[in-house]
Protein backbone atom coordinates (compact mmCIF):
# COMPACT_ATOMS: atom_id res chain seq x y z
CA UNK A 1 0.00 0.00 0.00
CA UNK A 2 3.00 2.37 0.86
CA UNK A 3 4.66 1.86 -2.32
CA UNK A 4 1.57 2.54 -4.53
CA UNK A 5 1.05 5.61 -2.21
CA UNK A 6 4.59 6.62 -3.42
CA UNK A 7 4.04 5.65 -6.75
CA UNK A 8 1.07 7.96 -6.76
CA UNK A 9 3.22 11.09 -5.48
CA UNK A 10 6.24 10.39 -7.71
CA UNK A 11 3.79 10.17 -10.91
CA UNK A 12 2.03 13.80 -9.71
CA UNK A 13 5.33 15.05 -9.01
CA UNK A 14 6.79 13.88 -11.92
CA UNK A 15 4.10 15.09 -14.22
CA UNK A 16 3.80 18.48 -12.54
CA UNK A 17 7.21 19.09 -13.31
CA UNK A 18 7.03 17.95 -16.91
CA UNK A 19 4.23 20.21 -16.92
CA UNK A 20 6.30 22.87 -16.73
CA UNK A 21 9.02 21.86 -19.27
CA UNK A 22 10.98 19.83 -16.67
CA UNK A 23 12.49 17.10 -19.25
CA UNK A 24 14.13 14.96 -17.50
CA UNK A 25 10.82 14.64 -14.71
CA UNK A 26 9.16 13.15 -17.99
CA UNK A 27 11.40 11.02 -19.10
CA UNK A 28 10.96 9.30 -15.49
CA UNK A 29 7.57 9.87 -15.92
CA UNK A 30 6.92 7.92 -18.89
CA UNK A 31 9.79 4.91 -18.48
CA UNK A 32 7.93 4.70 -14.55
CA UNK A 33 4.45 4.22 -16.28
CA UNK A 34 5.14 1.70 -18.89
CA UNK A 35 4.62 -1.79 -16.96
CA UNK A 36 1.79 0.00 -15.98
CA UNK A 37 0.17 1.10 -19.82
CA UNK A 38 1.08 -2.22 -21.07
CA UNK A 39 -0.74 -3.57 -18.16
CA UNK A 40 -3.68 -2.06 -18.70
CA UNK A 41 -3.20 -2.55 -22.70
CA UNK A 42 -2.50 -6.18 -22.25
CA UNK A 43 -5.61 -6.73 -19.94
CA UNK A 44 -8.15 -4.80 -22.79
CA UNK A 45 -5.92 -6.77 -25.91
CA UNK A 46 -4.49 -9.89 -24.59
CA UNK A 47 -1.17 -11.07 -26.14
CA UNK A 48 -1.85 -9.06 -29.12
CA UNK A 49 1.30 -8.59 -31.40
CA UNK A 50 0.01 -5.03 -31.37
CA UNK A 51 0.25 -4.22 -28.07
CA UNK A 52 3.84 -2.50 -28.41
CA UNK A 53 2.14 -0.11 -31.08
CA UNK A 54 -0.84 0.79 -28.56
CA UNK A 55 1.66 1.11 -25.77
CA UNK A 56 3.16 3.78 -27.74
CA UNK A 57 -0.09 5.31 -29.05
CA UNK A 58 -1.08 6.00 -25.17
CA UNK A 59 2.66 7.83 -24.78
CA UNK A 60 2.06 10.05 -27.35
CA UNK A 61 -1.80 10.66 -26.24
CA UNK A 62 -0.08 11.20 -22.60
CA UNK A 63 2.10 13.55 -24.48
CA UNK A 64 -0.88 15.81 -26.29
CA UNK A 65 -3.05 15.23 -23.47
CA UNK A 66 -0.69 16.11 -20.86
CA UNK A 67 -2.42 19.95 -20.49
CA UNK A 68 -5.03 17.91 -18.85
CA UNK A 69 -3.86 16.59 -16.00
CA UNK A 70 -4.84 18.36 -12.89
CA UNK A 71 -2.50 18.80 -9.86
CA UNK A 72 -3.04 17.39 -7.23
CA UNK A 73 -5.20 14.21 -8.41
CA UNK A 74 -4.21 11.20 -9.24
CA UNK A 75 -2.27 10.20 -12.22
CA UNK A 76 -3.42 6.39 -12.33
CA UNK A 77 -7.13 6.73 -13.65
CA UNK A 78 -6.03 9.64 -16.25
CA UNK A 79 -3.05 7.60 -17.58
CA UNK A 80 -6.03 4.20 -17.39
CA UNK A 81 -8.45 6.17 -19.20
CA UNK A 82 -6.04 7.65 -21.84
CA UNK A 83 -4.99 4.08 -22.78
CA UNK A 84 -8.13 2.64 -22.61
CA UNK A 85 -9.44 5.21 -25.22
CA UNK A 86 -5.66 4.15 -26.93
CA UNK A 87 -6.99 0.75 -27.16
CA UNK A 88 -10.24 1.72 -28.60
CA UNK A 89 -8.85 3.82 -31.27
CA UNK A 90 -6.52 1.05 -32.33
CA UNK A 91 -9.47 -1.34 -32.68
CA UNK A 92 -11.39 0.73 -34.50
CA UNK A 93 -8.30 1.44 -37.19
CA UNK A 94 -7.43 -2.01 -37.49
CA UNK A 95 -11.35 -2.66 -38.14
CA UNK A 96 -11.26 -0.10 -40.97
CA UNK A 97 -7.60 -1.48 -42.37
CA UNK A 98 -9.08 -4.96 -42.64
CA UNK A 99 -12.38 -3.44 -44.12
CA UNK A 100 -10.37 -1.30 -46.81
CA UNK A 101 -7.68 -4.64 -47.53
CA UNK A 102 -11.29 -6.83 -48.65
CA UNK A 103 -12.03 -4.12 -50.40
CA UNK A 104 -8.60 -4.11 -52.20
CA UNK A 105 -8.86 -8.27 -52.49
CA UNK A 106 -12.22 -7.92 -54.01
CA UNK A 107 -11.25 -5.27 -56.84
CA UNK A 108 -8.31 -7.92 -57.05
CA UNK A 109 -10.51 -10.92 -57.58
CA UNK A 110 -12.83 -9.69 -60.01
CA UNK A 111 -9.93 -8.26 -61.59
CA UNK A 112 -11.50 -5.24 -62.69
CA UNK A 113 -8.97 -2.79 -63.43
CA UNK A 114 -10.56 0.59 -62.59
CA UNK A 115 -12.04 -1.06 -60.01
CA UNK A 116 -8.55 -1.67 -58.80
CA UNK A 117 -7.14 1.30 -59.62
CA UNK A 118 -9.69 3.52 -57.54
CA UNK A 119 -9.88 1.04 -54.52
CA UNK A 120 -6.17 1.18 -54.14
CA UNK A 121 -5.13 4.63 -55.65
CA UNK A 122 -8.24 7.16 -54.00
CA UNK A 123 -6.57 10.91 -55.59
CA UNK A 124 -5.92 12.88 -52.55
CA UNK A 125 -8.28 15.88 -52.31
CA UNK A 126 -6.43 19.21 -53.77
CA UNK A 127 -6.59 21.55 -50.53
CA UNK A 128 -4.91 18.10 -48.73
CA UNK A 129 -2.15 18.07 -51.28
CA UNK A 130 -1.59 21.49 -50.82
CA UNK A 131 -1.40 21.11 -46.89
CA UNK A 132 0.86 18.15 -47.43
CA UNK A 133 3.60 19.85 -49.36
CA UNK A 134 3.99 22.20 -47.10
CA UNK A 135 4.71 20.09 -44.16
CA UNK A 136 8.13 19.21 -43.07
CA UNK A 137 9.81 16.30 -45.74
CA UNK A 138 10.14 13.95 -42.63
CA UNK A 139 6.51 14.40 -41.30
CA UNK A 140 5.28 14.06 -45.06
CA UNK A 141 7.08 10.92 -45.42
CA UNK A 142 5.42 9.48 -41.98
CA UNK A 143 1.88 11.13 -43.31
CA UNK A 144 1.87 9.18 -46.66
CA UNK A 145 3.10 5.62 -45.62
CA UNK A 146 1.36 5.31 -42.75
CA UNK A 147 -2.08 7.32 -44.15
CA UNK A 148 -2.23 7.25 -47.73
CA UNK A 149 -0.09 3.70 -48.29
CA UNK A 150 -1.33 2.25 -45.65
CA UNK A 151 1.52 0.58 -44.04
CA UNK A 152 1.91 -0.96 -40.79
CA UNK A 153 4.45 1.46 -38.50
CA UNK A 154 7.39 -1.38 -38.52
CA UNK A 155 6.72 -1.18 -42.30
CA UNK A 156 6.52 2.51 -43.11
CA UNK A 157 9.76 2.74 -40.57
CA UNK A 158 11.35 0.83 -42.41
CA UNK A 159 10.94 2.26 -45.68
CA UNK A 160 11.45 5.47 -43.71
CA UNK A 161 15.12 4.07 -42.25
CA UNK A 162 14.11 5.12 -38.70
CA UNK A 163 12.69 3.68 -35.81
CA UNK A 164 8.96 2.92 -35.45
CA UNK A 165 8.84 5.27 -32.13
CA UNK A 166 10.42 8.27 -34.16
CA UNK A 167 8.19 7.80 -37.07
CA UNK A 168 5.32 7.73 -35.01
CA UNK A 169 6.42 10.93 -33.42
CA UNK A 170 6.71 12.33 -36.96
CA UNK A 171 3.11 11.42 -37.87
CA UNK A 172 1.80 12.70 -34.94
CA UNK A 173 3.64 16.08 -35.37
CA UNK A 174 2.54 15.55 -39.25
CA UNK A 175 -0.93 15.07 -38.25
CA UNK A 176 -1.22 18.38 -35.88
CA UNK A 177 0.51 20.28 -38.47
CA UNK A 178 -1.60 18.92 -41.38
CA UNK A 179 -5.39 19.98 -39.31
CA UNK A 180 -3.51 23.73 -38.35
CA UNK A 181 -3.10 23.88 -42.28
CA UNK A 182 -6.39 22.69 -43.52
CA UNK A 183 -8.36 24.25 -40.51
CA UNK A 184 -6.84 27.57 -41.55
CA UNK A 185 -7.68 26.82 -45.23
CA UNK A 186 -11.32 26.72 -44.08
CA UNK A 187 -12.71 29.79 -42.92
CA UNK B 1 18.47 4.63 -30.91
CA UNK B 2 18.80 1.91 -28.01
CA UNK B 3 17.07 -0.80 -30.26
CA UNK B 4 13.82 -0.72 -28.35
CA UNK B 5 11.52 1.36 -30.18
CA UNK B 6 9.68 2.39 -26.98
CA UNK B 7 11.79 3.33 -25.37
CA UNK B 8 13.27 5.55 -28.00
CA UNK B 9 9.83 7.10 -27.90
CA UNK B 10 10.11 8.08 -24.63
CA UNK B 11 13.49 9.96 -24.92
CA UNK B 12 12.14 11.63 -28.56
CA UNK B 13 9.00 12.73 -26.79
CA UNK B 14 10.89 14.15 -23.57
CA UNK B 15 13.19 15.69 -26.07
CA UNK B 16 10.02 17.11 -27.89
CA UNK B 17 8.99 18.88 -24.11
CA UNK B 18 7.48 22.06 -23.95
CA UNK B 19 6.16 23.41 -20.80
CA UNK B 20 2.22 23.23 -20.60
CA UNK B 21 -0.73 25.63 -19.04
CA UNK B 22 -2.63 23.16 -17.36
CA UNK B 23 -6.26 23.30 -17.22
CA UNK B 24 -8.49 25.20 -15.17
CA UNK B 25 -9.67 23.42 -11.94
CA UNK B 26 -13.16 21.65 -13.16
CA UNK B 27 -14.77 22.92 -9.92
CA UNK B 28 -13.90 26.31 -10.67
CA UNK B 29 -14.75 26.31 -14.71
CA UNK B 30 -18.09 24.73 -12.78
CA UNK B 31 -18.47 27.33 -10.60
CA UNK B 32 -17.80 29.81 -13.60
CA UNK B 33 -20.66 28.47 -15.78
CA UNK B 34 -22.95 28.48 -12.22
CA UNK B 35 -22.16 32.37 -12.00
CA UNK B 36 -22.23 33.18 -15.30
CA UNK B 37 -25.98 31.32 -15.19
CA UNK B 38 -26.73 33.54 -12.21
CA UNK B 39 -26.18 36.64 -13.87
CA UNK B 40 -28.04 35.77 -16.64
CA UNK B 41 -31.08 34.79 -14.22
CA UNK B 42 -30.48 38.36 -12.44
CA UNK B 43 -30.64 40.07 -15.75
CA UNK B 44 -33.56 38.03 -16.88
CA UNK B 45 -35.60 38.87 -13.82
CA UNK B 46 -34.61 42.44 -13.63
CA UNK B 47 -35.76 42.43 -17.41
CA UNK B 48 -38.81 40.48 -17.35
CA UNK B 49 -39.81 40.22 -13.26
CA UNK B 50 -40.35 36.53 -11.41
CA UNK B 51 -43.40 34.52 -12.31
CA UNK B 52 -46.20 35.67 -9.88
CA UNK B 53 -46.79 31.98 -8.63
CA UNK B 54 -42.58 31.54 -8.33
CA UNK B 55 -42.34 30.98 -4.41
CA UNK B 56 -45.80 29.60 -4.01
CA UNK B 57 -45.06 26.52 -6.32
CA UNK B 58 -41.60 26.07 -5.43
CA UNK B 59 -42.77 23.26 -2.73
CA UNK B 60 -44.90 21.66 -4.60
CA UNK B 61 -43.66 18.58 -7.03
CA UNK B 62 -46.20 18.69 -9.86
CA UNK B 63 -46.29 22.56 -10.45
CA UNK B 64 -44.37 25.16 -12.57
CA UNK B 65 -41.92 25.12 -9.45
CA UNK B 66 -41.59 21.68 -9.45
CA UNK B 67 -40.27 22.00 -13.44
CA UNK B 68 -38.00 24.86 -12.83
CA UNK B 69 -36.21 22.85 -9.79
CA UNK B 70 -35.87 19.80 -12.36
CA UNK B 71 -34.55 21.99 -15.20
CA UNK B 72 -31.95 23.47 -12.47
CA UNK B 73 -30.87 20.21 -11.09
CA UNK B 74 -30.68 18.84 -15.26
CA UNK B 75 -28.68 21.58 -16.13
CA UNK B 76 -26.23 21.51 -13.44
CA UNK B 77 -25.61 17.84 -13.70
CA UNK B 78 -25.45 18.50 -17.33
CA UNK B 79 -22.70 21.24 -17.19
CA UNK B 80 -20.61 18.70 -14.63
CA UNK B 81 -21.25 15.50 -16.79
CA UNK B 82 -19.85 18.08 -20.08
CA UNK B 83 -17.10 19.32 -17.96
CA UNK B 84 -15.93 15.73 -16.73
CA UNK B 85 -16.39 13.59 -19.66
CA UNK B 86 -13.95 16.27 -21.13
CA UNK B 87 -10.83 15.28 -19.24
CA UNK B 88 -9.05 11.81 -19.19
CA UNK B 89 -9.91 10.20 -15.35
CA UNK B 90 -12.93 11.91 -14.28
CA UNK B 91 -15.57 9.26 -15.82
CA UNK B 92 -17.58 8.39 -12.31
CA UNK B 93 -18.09 12.43 -12.00
CA UNK B 94 -19.08 12.54 -16.00
CA UNK B 95 -21.88 9.27 -15.10
CA UNK B 96 -22.69 11.59 -12.44
CA UNK B 97 -23.47 14.90 -13.99
CA UNK B 98 -24.92 12.76 -16.85
CA UNK B 99 -27.46 10.93 -14.72
CA UNK B 100 -28.13 14.43 -12.90
CA UNK B 101 -28.96 15.46 -16.27
CA UNK B 102 -30.87 12.45 -17.68
CA UNK B 103 -32.72 12.47 -14.47
CA UNK B 104 -33.85 16.06 -14.39
CA UNK B 105 -34.74 16.55 -18.05
CA UNK B 106 -36.50 13.59 -18.10
CA UNK B 107 -38.65 14.48 -14.56
CA UNK B 108 -39.41 18.07 -15.94
CA UNK B 109 -40.84 16.27 -19.30
CA UNK B 110 -42.58 13.75 -16.98
CA UNK B 111 -44.14 17.13 -14.72
CA UNK B 112 -45.26 18.43 -17.66
CA UNK B 113 -46.95 16.23 -19.09
CA UNK B 114 -48.85 15.06 -15.66
CA UNK B 115 -49.74 18.52 -15.41
CA UNK B 116 -51.32 18.25 -18.63
CA UNK B 117 -52.86 14.80 -18.35
CA UNK B 118 -54.68 16.86 -15.26
CA UNK B 119 -55.84 19.36 -17.21
CA UNK B 120 -58.56 19.81 -19.59
CA UNK B 121 -59.27 17.27 -21.90
CA UNK B 122 -59.32 19.34 -24.65
CA UNK B 123 -56.35 21.06 -23.97
CA UNK B 124 -53.62 19.24 -26.10
CA UNK B 125 -52.28 21.28 -28.66
CA UNK B 126 -49.29 21.74 -31.15
CA UNK B 127 -46.42 24.22 -29.63
CA UNK B 128 -47.49 27.51 -30.38
CA UNK B 129 -45.62 30.68 -31.03
CA UNK B 130 -45.82 31.77 -26.88
CA UNK B 131 -44.62 28.37 -26.15
CA UNK B 132 -41.58 28.73 -29.13
CA UNK B 133 -40.52 32.42 -27.72
CA UNK B 134 -39.93 30.83 -24.42
CA UNK B 135 -37.94 27.90 -25.62
CA UNK B 136 -36.15 30.84 -27.28
CA UNK B 137 -35.53 32.69 -24.41
CA UNK B 138 -34.47 29.44 -23.03
CA UNK B 139 -31.63 28.59 -25.59
CA UNK B 140 -30.47 32.05 -25.41
CA UNK B 141 -30.26 31.99 -21.25
CA UNK B 142 -28.32 29.23 -22.03
CA UNK B 143 -25.65 30.50 -24.42
CA UNK B 144 -23.62 31.91 -22.34
CA UNK B 145 -23.03 28.83 -19.96
CA UNK B 146 -22.47 26.41 -23.32
CA UNK B 147 -20.26 28.67 -24.79
CA UNK B 148 -17.85 28.22 -21.10
CA UNK B 149 -18.45 24.50 -21.33
CA UNK B 150 -17.45 24.77 -25.18
CA UNK B 151 -14.20 26.23 -24.54
CA UNK B 152 -13.03 24.10 -21.81
CA UNK B 153 -13.97 21.05 -24.04
CA UNK B 154 -11.93 22.95 -26.87
CA UNK B 155 -8.97 23.22 -24.28
CA UNK B 156 -9.18 19.44 -23.16
CA UNK B 157 -9.33 18.30 -26.56
CA UNK B 158 -11.75 15.29 -25.70
CA UNK B 159 -11.49 11.99 -27.02
CA UNK B 160 -15.43 11.94 -27.39
CA UNK B 161 -16.10 16.12 -28.70
CA UNK B 162 -19.54 14.77 -29.70
CA UNK B 163 -20.84 13.32 -26.22
CA UNK B 164 -19.36 16.71 -25.00
CA UNK B 165 -21.09 18.88 -27.55
CA UNK B 166 -24.35 17.02 -26.70
CA UNK B 167 -24.31 17.22 -22.77
CA UNK B 168 -23.61 20.32 -22.84
CA UNK B 169 -26.10 21.62 -24.68
CA UNK B 170 -28.79 19.49 -23.19
CA UNK B 171 -27.29 20.98 -19.51
CA UNK B 172 -27.14 24.30 -21.00
CA UNK B 173 -30.33 24.35 -22.73
CA UNK B 174 -32.06 23.06 -19.14
CA UNK B 175 -30.02 26.18 -17.36
CA UNK B 176 -32.24 28.59 -19.59
CA UNK B 177 -35.15 26.58 -19.56
CA UNK B 178 -35.31 26.86 -15.70
CA UNK B 179 -34.84 30.73 -16.76
CA UNK B 180 -37.41 30.76 -18.51
CA UNK B 181 -39.42 28.99 -16.28
CA UNK B 182 -39.08 31.15 -13.34
CA UNK B 183 -39.83 34.45 -15.36
CA UNK B 184 -42.41 33.48 -17.45
CA UNK B 185 -46.11 34.01 -15.73
CA UNK B 186 -47.73 31.60 -17.82
CA UNK B 187 -49.67 28.88 -16.31
CA UNK B 188 -51.02 26.79 -19.28
CA UNK B 189 -50.54 23.16 -18.90
CA UNK B 190 -49.36 22.64 -22.57
CA UNK B 191 -47.17 25.72 -22.04
CA UNK B 192 -45.54 24.45 -19.48
CA UNK B 193 -44.32 21.49 -21.19
CA UNK B 194 -43.92 22.15 -24.58
CA UNK B 195 -41.94 26.81 -23.67
CA UNK B 196 -40.62 25.30 -20.84
CA UNK B 197 -40.08 21.19 -19.78
CA UNK B 198 -39.13 20.57 -23.33
CA UNK B 199 -35.99 22.47 -23.37
CA UNK B 200 -33.19 20.80 -22.79
CA UNK B 201 -34.71 17.88 -25.90
CA UNK B 202 -34.57 20.81 -27.94
CA UNK B 203 -31.11 22.31 -26.91
CA UNK B 204 -29.38 19.31 -27.43
CA UNK B 205 -30.49 19.13 -30.91
CA UNK B 206 -30.39 22.87 -31.97
CA UNK B 207 -27.21 23.68 -29.93
CA UNK B 208 -25.35 20.31 -30.27
CA UNK B 209 -23.67 21.29 -33.92
CA UNK B 210 -22.69 24.82 -32.84
CA UNK B 211 -21.47 23.56 -29.54
CA UNK B 212 -18.79 20.81 -31.73
CA UNK B 213 -17.79 23.77 -33.96
CA UNK B 214 -16.93 25.70 -31.33
CA UNK B 215 -14.95 23.10 -29.58
CA UNK B 216 -13.02 22.00 -32.52
CA UNK B 217 -12.24 25.83 -33.12
CA UNK B 218 -11.44 25.74 -29.22
CA UNK B 219 -9.09 22.96 -29.80
CA UNK B 220 -7.60 23.93 -33.18
CA UNK B 221 -6.37 27.65 -31.25
CA UNK B 222 -5.20 25.06 -28.71
CA UNK B 223 -2.89 22.91 -30.71
CA UNK B 224 -1.59 25.92 -33.22
Known sequence: MQGSDGRSDRWREWMASAQRGDALAYERLLEDLLPFVRGVVRARLGDDANVEDVVQDVLLAIHTAR??????RELEPWVRTIARNAVIDSVRRRHRQRARD????AAELAEDPAARASAEAEPLPRELERALEQLPSVQREA????KVHGLSVAEAATRARTTPGALKLRAHRGYRLLRDLLGRERP | MSGDPTRDLVRELASDLTPVKPLPRLRFVALAV????LAIAALSIVIKGLAPTFFTTLAQPLSAGGIFACLLLGGLGGALGALALAIPGRERLARGGLALCAAGGGLAVAIGLAIALRGEPGAWRLPSAGDLRCLLIALFAGIVPALALAWFGGRAAPFRPLGVALVAAAGAAALGGAVAQATCAGAAPMHL?????LAPALG????????LVAIRASERRQSS
Open chain 1, 67 to 72: HTFQAG
Open chain 1, 102 to 105: AGVD
Open chain 1, 143 to 146: VLLL
Open chain 2, 34 to 37: LLAW
Open chain 2, 193 to 197: LHGHA
Open chain 2, 204 to 211: ALVLVLPL
